[in-house]
């Protein structure tokens, strides 16, 4: 198995994550988060919001900052009036162009799909094509390998090759190959058993569409929200006439976000349905850079304060080419996961183009007033926007990645989910060390006055370096087992997860202690 394997085969077995209606053979790009899972991701998205949002102090300079700002949160619809998608552009540019498979029924995006000739080379580096078939398979001409791209027509390749003896073969581009009717019927698609099975690339609308009322008429028609960040733009001027944040601010918002995406893939990663966790930060144009610069560091640095390792962070700034026409800049979080270095945050410098979007659109003014600026040309002005945006499913996975190792305790191999304190699903757990001599009546005294405090978790089944494996693989920090001394020393024993060692502490401080140890 490799390391992806291992995680989802870890996460199904123990109750993180599970496909989604799996009973009905489940459905592409779904999950559910089962008992510990749906604790992790609860953990993440709450340090989140108690780090950007309820726990920020406005009155303090958070390092970095130009001056102290304010916070608040929100929470808005994911149904909305279908003219706040056509101001984002959603409506208009959010597609993929995509090509069907008509013979596999396998769909992919355009530009995630090469399609190249073939080119014989010898060693007196004479070049010989053959282009009465071109191959199509998932990758990249120049990124992906030769036996990346070969693998979905081996067979034939290798064919091929066999006639050509002593001449190499290398794939090179086709230009333009999925456009042109000529040059598509020629195209052998992953899978498929005769070239020519590829529709042209069609602009696919990412957006899930619905009706609102009892017509399915165009009239009604709506869409899932396919992020959050708009829910706050359309309230901006509601926060501000209801609040007494001042520019420069931010809005926080936590929820549901949905994506017709072609190709769900790599377990929770690319899903159709997630959760993003969003910032829009509200200031004036000549600080924007200086905003942007600030709200980089500090999001790459949250993820290490969780306890992600530094070398599987990166923090990308995006080239140019890259940004939308109405950026200033955008840079990645990005997370060395098993299979491959990808995107866990966004952090953008939108400029004004949202409100001004909308401001437009709805004909409402959302300039913003400042009674204390002096200059009365300077009062009233369209804030510029920088957008941190997360995903609390990318987070989640990226974080179970990083947890996950295996390591050896006295000679046995166990798996160990280093998850940080304040993320880990079950804080202790409370194990009576056999189940006689009033033990699990102790263990279960303990267990019920901790879960006043604490997630914990009552276990007396097995033994106990059995118990101790199912926590460390479940992430749990900490272990409290009553022995044989519990009853007359009133003390227990607390194993700690990472290292092993175990310490005697006394029943009456457990409670503090333990959340010195977890810093919660
Ligand atoms: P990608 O290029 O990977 O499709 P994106 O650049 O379109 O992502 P944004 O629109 O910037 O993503 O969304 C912000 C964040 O929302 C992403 O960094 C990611 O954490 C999360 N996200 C976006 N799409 C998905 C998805 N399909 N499944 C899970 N999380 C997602």
């Given at each position: 198995?490799?390391?992806?394997?291992k995680?989802?085969?870890?996460?199904?077995?123990?109750?993180?994550?599970f496909?989604?209606?799996?009973?009905?053979?489940?459905?592409?790009?779904?999950?559910?988060?089962?008992?510990?899972?749906?604790?992790?991701?609860?953990?993440?998205?709450?340090?989140?919001?108690?780090?950007?949002?309820?726990?920020?102090?406005?009155?303090?300079?958070?390092?970095?900052?130009?001056?102290?700002?304010?916070?608040?949160?929100?929470?808005?619809?994911?149904?909305?009036?279908?003219?706040?998608?056509?101001?984002?552009?959603?409506?208009?540019?959010?597609?993929?162009?995509?090509?069907?498979?008509?013979?596999?029924?396998?769909?992919?995006?355009a530009?995630?799909?090469?399609?190249?000739?073939?080119?014989?080379?010898?060693?007196?580096?004479?070049?010989?094509?053959?282009?009465?078939?071109?191959?199509?398979?998932?990758?990249?001409?120049?990124?992906?390998?030769?036996?990346?791209?070969?693998?979905?027509?081996?067979?034939?390749?290798?064919?091929?090759?066999?006639?050509?003896?002593?001449?190499?073969?290398?794939?090179?581009?086709?230009?333009?190959?999925?456009?042109?009717?000529?040059?598509?019927?020629?195209?052998?698609?992953?899978?498929?058993?005769?070239?020519?099975?590829?529709?042209?690339?069609?602009?696919?609308?990412?957006?899930?569409?619905?009706?609102?009322?009892?017509?399915?008429?165009?009239?009604?028609?709506?869409?899932?929200?396919?992020?959050?960040?708009?829910?706050?733009?359309?309230n901006?001027?509601?926060?501000?006439?209801?609040?007494?944040?001042?520019?420069?601010?931010?809005?926080?918002?936590?929820?549901?976000?949905?994506?017709?995406?072609?190709?769900?893939?790599?377990?929770?990663?690319?899903?159709?349905?997630?959760?993003?966790?969003?910032?829009?930060?509200?200031?004036?144009?000549?600080?924007?850079?200086?905003?942007?610069?600030?709200?980089?560091?500090?999001?790459?640095?949250w993820?290490?304060?969780?306890?992600?390792?530094?070398?599987?962070?990166?923090?990308?700034?995006?080239?140019?080419?890259?940004?939308?026409?109405?950026?200033?800049?955008?840079?990645?979080?990005?997370?060395?996961?098993?299979?491959?270095?990808?995107?866990?945050?966004?952090?953008?410098?939108?400029?004004?183009?949202?409100?001004?979007?909308?401001?437009?659109?709805?004909?409402?003014?959302?300039?913003?007033?400042?009674?204390q600026e002096?200059?009365?040309?300077?009062?009233?002005?369209?804030?510029h926007?920088?957008?941190?945006?997360?995903?609390?499913?990318?987070?989640?996975?990226?974080?179970?990645?990083?947890?996950?190792s295996?390591?050896?305790?006295?000679?046995e191999?166990?798996?160990?989910?280093?998850?940080?304190?304040?993320?880990?699903?079950?804080?202790?757990?409370?194990?009576?060390?056999?189940?006689?001599?009033?033990?699990?009546?102790?263990?279960?005294?303990?267990?019920?006055?901790?879960?006043?405090?604490?997630?914990?978790?009552?276990?007396?089944?097995?033994?106990?370096?059995?118990?101790?494996?199912?926590?460390?693989?479940?992430g749990?920090?900490?272990?409290?087992?009553?022995?044989?001394?519990?009853?007359?020393?009133?003390?227990?024993?607390?194993?700690?997860?990472?290292?092993?060692?175990?310490?005697?502490?006394?029943?009456?401080?457990l409670?503090?202690?333990?959340?010195?140890?977890?810093?919660?």
């Open positions: 198995m490799d390391a992806m394997e995680i989802v085969s870890l996460c199904k077995r123990r109750g993180f994550i496909p989604s209606s799996e009973i009905y053979g489940g459905l592409n790009g779904a999950w559910d988060y089962g008992p510990l899972g749906v604790e992790l991701k609860r953990n993440l998205k709450q340090a989140w919001w108690d780090d950007m949002v309820a726990h920020h102090d406005e009155t303090a300079t958070p390092q970095g900052a130009p001056q102290p700002f304010g916070m608040v949160g929100l929470d808005s619809s994911l149904l909305m009036n279908p003219k706040v998608w056509e101001a984002s552009g959603h409506v208009g540019g959010f597609s993929d162009p995509m090509v069907d498979d008509r013979e596999t029924r396998a769909r992919y995006r530009d995630q799909l090469a399609v190249y000739a073939l080119e014989f080379i010898g060693s007196d580096g004479k070049l010989e094509r053959y282009d009465e078939v071109l191959f199509a398979a998932p990758g990249e001409l120049g990124k992906s390998t030769p036996t990346e791209l070969f693998e979905p027509h081996r067979k034939r390749i290798s064919g091929l090759q066999k006639s050509k003896p002593g001449k190499e073969a290398r794939p090179v581009a086709v230009p333009g190959a999925l456009q042109d009717e000529t040059l598509r019927a020629r195209v052998l698609a992953p899978g498929a058993s005769a070239p020519g099975t590829l529709t042209a690339p069609r602009a696919f609308n990412l957006m899930f569409k619905t009706h609102v009322g009892a017509l399915e008429d165009n009239q009604s028609v709506t869409y899932l929200r396919p992020e959050t960040a708009q829910g706050i733009f359309v901006f001027k509601n926060v501000t006439d209801t609040t007494r944040v001042r520019v420069p601010f931010g809005i926080g918002q936590i929820g549901k976000a949905f994506r017709n995406e072609i190709n769900p893939r790599n377990f929770t990663f690319r899903s159709r349905e997630f959760e993003q966790m969003e910032i829009e930060f509200f200031c004036r144009a000549s600080e924007a850079a200086q905003w942007y610069q600030f709200w980089r560091e500090r999001r790459f640095q993820y290490l304060d969780l306890g992600m390792k530094p070398s599987n962070l990166h923090l990308r700034e995006h080239e140019a080419s890259e940004l939308a026409h109405y950026a200033a800049g955008c840079a990645d979080v990005e997370y060395d996961f098993p299979f491959g270095r990808s995107e866990l945050e966004g952090i953008a410098n939108r400029t004004d183009f949202d409100l001004r979007q909308h401001m437009q659109m709805s004909g409402k003014d959302l300039r913003y007033f400042d009674d002096p200059n009365e040309e300077a009062r009233r002005f369209l804030p926007v920088i957008e941190p945006s997360a995903g609390a499913d990318r987070g989640t996975l990226a974080f179970l990645c990083d947890a996950y295996e390591d050896e305790v006295g000679g191999a166990r798996t160990v989910l280093r998850l940080h304190p304040r993320l880990a699903p079950i804080k202790a757990a409370v194990f009576p060390l056999v189940k006689k001599e009033g033990m699990p009546e102790k263990a279960l005294e303990i267990y019920r006055a901790l879960k006043k405090r604490f997630t914990v978790y009552y276990d007396e089944k097995g033994a106990i370096g059995r118990r101790y494996r199912r926590q460390d693989e479940a749990t920090p900490f272990c409290i087992t009553v022995d044989g001394d519990t009853l007359s020393a009133g003390s227990v024993t607390v194993r700690e997860r990472d290292s092993c060692e175990q310490t005697r502490v006394g029943i009456s401080e409670g503090d202690v333990l959340s010195a140890r977890l810093g919660i």
